[in-house]
């Protein structure tokens, strides 16, 4: 049979719809594949078909996930929805499908299955980050009493650090941005955060930083470099704990 791809959107939304619309083809699923964005080459006999976003479709997935595989099966899916791999569509989708098919809410001990397998490791990659993202973040105050961090990411933790800071800064007014996708996790005091993105005219540079926050940027630098002990400094073991990737973002490694 000719192989279909269903092009959807980088987004869980995306992807779900893309799975929606896949098992609504009701041709079997070995012919059928999830890809994430267009491809640089297209293959040979092969038929694309394409998919956007929908609400109602992403929440019968949801819904059907959540009663056939689990909370922790979903949760797996989602993480690794997240990831930057653009891999991940034809992973999650037939992950799914495996689930769905008679593992249910075993799916990801079936590590047998290359995309069980493959999902595995993207769920496993993206919780790591959010792992470091919830050391490493820092928030700054701006002029209007706003906690401000931005953060460079490979996948998209956003979604998964937000509950947390959201949970222990409950009366806080707080966002998270990151830069990589233009996406903004915002926190009004003592209300549900919520995501948004493509926010136009948008740069740091523009920011004002209040007073009291300028203070403690330097007297946080200053300490993080007074306790230095300059004899012991290893490179190489503060990269393993702490990559370069994470130090860019945090106040105790800019240079002033």
Not at 3 to 13: A, Q, R
Not at 51 to 63: G, N, Q
Not at 118 to 128: G, P, Q, S, V
């Amino acid at each position: 049979m000719e192989e279909k791809y269903i092009i959807c959107e980088d987004s869980l939304e995306g992807i779900f719809t893309a799975v929606y619309d896949a098992y609504a083809l009701r041709e079997g699923h070995g012919h059928l594949h999830v890809q994430v964005g267009e491809e640089d080459n297209y293959r040979l006999f092969t038929q694309y078909l394409y998919s956007r976003p929908d609400e109602d479709k992403t929440d019968k997935v949801v819904r059907t996930l959540k009663k056939r595989l689990g909370e922790e099966v979903y949760g797996t899916i989602c993480r690794a929805a997240a990831s930057y791999d653009k891999a991940k569509g034809d992973a999650v989708y037939h992950t799914i499908v495996d689930g769905i098919g008679g593992n249910g809410r075993r799916t990801m001990e079936n590590l047998r299955n290359p995309y069980v397998l493959k999902t595995f490791e993207l769920a496993r990659r993206t919780a790591n980050e959010v792992h470091h993202e919830l050391e490493f973040i820092r928030f700054r105050e701006l002029e209007q009493g706003i906690l401000y961090s931005r953060i460079g990411p490979e996948n998209n933790v956003v979604p998964f650090v937000m509950p947390h800071f959201a949970d222990r800064l409950v009366t806080e007014n707080f966002m998270i941005h990151d830069e990589k996708r233009d996406l903004f996790g915002v926190h009004p005091a003592k209300k549900e955060w919520y995501l948004i993105s493509g926010v136009e005219g948008f740069e740091e540079k523009s920011l004002i930083w209040s007073d009291k926050e300028l203070a403690y940027q330097d007297l946080f630098t200053l300490f993080h470099k007074t306790i230095a002990i300059a004899e012991r400094r290893n490179s190489r073991l503060q990269q393993q704990m702490l990559p370069l990737r994470f130090q860019e973002y945090m106040v105790e490694f800019s240079q002033k």
